[in-house]
């Protein structure tokens, strides 16, 4: 063989080898970007568990069989989370092409809750620093008596501590650097939130104007920390310090405009428009500006339904909110309330019953009726209910109670629920529609009661079935 053709040999041999590398390195590289998340729930109390962060992802996933759930996907983001299963919801770390699992009991949500994988012993820390939050904030709550200056250097002696112990353990474990930085946050929200918290209840509302004289730095930590990330959201002590914030400035500004605390009532018009004009001054991120306003705006229109000062309230909102479908849904709120008020018609939805055909809420309505709804999603209280219900269908058999479900139709953990809990077939039903209903009944809260007519006219919008004087309510019904 001549040495040109050795030569040649040798070439394509080398070319060869080089895109074998590079076509390896490429899979590697892709194989690293591809992150996986899955687990296990142990007595769910739904059949899906929903991930996302604030700003540009949610994914909901359902669980098997065998109560797993699972996600692949190359385009995740490193950074903050947070899940839902049921009522319960916890902050994830996740590094874009991790491999990471976690497992929880939903009748010991935070207790059971434990990670394996690529980000496990971040994850793992943040669910123990919860835990120990929640103990510490108790034992805070008796040291609101301390004088303003013993109880500031109590709070920072408690925050540098934890930051103090993150640090050793984020060096033996070599946690990820952002992790670390994002959890020292984590850590001073908490203590400042303590701070915010601190004037209202040492001083009580009627002297709120002696925080006047707290020390300069009491508030230090205001010019310290960058609320206005989105990610922040996902954070689980951001939002309860965002909460003491507005509650803190709006009750010192609308002290001041009064001339003392006393004459601020905590449910008025004007505190809680103070507290829409403190959000848009704080946030300069709208998703966060409009996170916070609408929480406010909707809690006003639930607890003043009809009120004639609702549409002052929205219409701060339209004010400082950018989002027109935002804007329209705090609308149908209030219209929604307006229309369940007492003396209007419910209305005509439909309904599954337990051998799954289709029939109408005033097919179903007889007689004067309590209508209560109930998810699988909290056991304990559609057990409570139920037990209760029991109990007044004995007493007044002339009264038709009407369990009704709001979980999602396509799935048998409804049938399944109604037998194992060994609920009454007869008298229970499922929306067909959750979403529409949900809607234009304002099932802000799962565990809904109602008093409706034989003719569907609504007389009680919101009745409290466990109210220690539920049966004089329900006879004063009965004799209308």
């Not at 971040?122 to 929640?134: A, D, Q, T």
């Not at 989002?323 to 599954?352: C, K, R």
């Not at 269908?393 to 399944?416: A, C, H, M, Q």
Request: glycine share 4%; aromatic share 12%.
């Amino acid at each position: 063989m001549s040495t040109l053709s050795r030569k040649q040999n040798i070439f394509k041999l080398s070319c060869y080898l080089l895109l074998l590398l590079v076509t390896i390195t490429s899979c590697e590289e892709k194989q690293r970007d591809i992150t996986y998340l899955g687990g296990k729930v142990v007595n769910p109390r739904a059949g899906f568990v929903i991930i996302h962060n604030y700003s540009d992802f949610r994914d909901t996933l359902e669980l098997d069989e065998q109560q797993r759930f699972s996600l692949v996907n190359n385009n995740f983001k490193t950074g903050w989370y947070t899940f839902h299963h049921g009522d319960e919801y916890q902050s994830v770390y996740i590094k874009k092409g991790d491999s990471l699992k976690w497992r929880f009991n939903s009748k010991s949500f935070d207790e059971s809750l434990a990670f394996t994988g690529s980000r496990a012993k971040e994850n793992n820390y943040l669910i123990n620093l919860y835990i120990e939050l929640e103990q510490l904030n108790d034992q805070i709550t008796a040291r609101y008596n301390q004088q303003p200056k013993d109880f500031k250097k109590y709070i920072d002696s408690i925050i540098k501590a934890q930051k103090k112990r993150l640090l050793k353990v984020a060096k033996v474990q070599e946690f990820d650097p952002k992790f670390v930085a994002d959890a020292e946050k984590l850590i001073e929200w908490n203590g400042w939130s303590r701070l915010e918290r601190y004037p209202y209840t040492h001083f009580g509302k009627t002297d709120f104007l002696q925080a006047k004289g707290l020390p300069s730095n009491f508030f230090a930590h205001r010019n310290s920390t960058n609320i206005n990330d989105i990610d922040n959201q996902n954070m689980y002590t951001f939002p309860s310090y965002v909460r003491s914030l507005v509650s803190n400035l709006s009750l010192y500004q609308c002290s001041l405009d009064k001339g003392n605390g006393a004459d601020v009532h905590l449910g008025s018009l004007d505190y809680r428009k103070k507290k829409l004009k403190v959000i848009d001054s704080i946030f300069t991120v709208d998703e966060l500006k409009d996170i916070y306003a609408s929480a406010e705006v909707r809690n006003y229109i639930r607890s003043h339904k009809g009120d004639e000062t609702v549409q002052s309230m929205i219409d701060v909102f339209t004010e400082i909110s950018s989002n027109d479908e935002l804007v329209a849904q705090i609308n149908g709120l209030a219209s929604t309330y307006i229309n369940l008020s007492p003396g209007n018609e419910i209305p005509n939805f439909e309904l599954y019953n337990t051998e799954k055909n289709e029939v109408k809420i005033n097919e179903v309505i007889d007689r004067m009726s309590v209508l209560f709804f109930w998810s699988y999603e909290d056991e304990d209280y559609a057990i409570r209910i139920h037990n209760q219900i029991r109990d007044l269908r004995t007493k007044y058999p002339e009264i038709k109670f009407i369990g009704v479900n709001i979980d999602n139709p396509n799935s048998d953990l409804w049938n399944k629920a109604n037998k194992r809990l060994a609920f009454n077939p007869k008298h229970e039903y499922q929306i067909r529609d959750p979403k529409t209903i949900n809607s234009q009944l304002a099932l802000s809260k799962k565990n809904r009661s109602m008093v409706v007519s034989s003719k569907g006219i609504i007389m009680d919008p919101n009745i409290n079935l466990f109210h220690y004087k539920i049966e004089t309510t329900l006879l004063g019904y009965l004799s209308r």
